[in-house]
């Protein structure tokens, strides 16, 4: 059974619902989400990988993303 994963859209907004880990605000003035290569998909099951740049502090931050929405990793 193939496992349905979430609109890039939704990668995006998930993204955006969370705070910086540096300041704690949820304003980004980059945000960009793409398709998780086949390593990461095969290593740490990510479908999606949201690169973001905190708009008040500046700090760079990666998420991953699980094909439900979960949040993987954070760095």
């Known amino acids: 059974m193939a496992v349905r994963i979430i609109t890039e859209e939704r990668a995006e907004r998930i993204a955006r619902s969370i705070a ?3 300041c704690l605000e949820y304003s980004f003035k980059k945000l960009r989400v793409r398709r998780a ?6 290593e ?9 740049t905190c708009g008040v502090c500046g700090h760079e931050q990666e998420i ?3 094909p439900h929405g979960e949040v993987i990793y954070g760095s």
Request: net charge positive.
């Open 20 to 22: 910086c880990s540096h």
């Open 37 to 42: 290569p086949e390593s990461h998909k095969a």
């Open 44 to 52: 740490l099951k990510t479908a999606w990988i949201a690169t973001r």
């Open 64 to 66: 991953g993303l699980d």
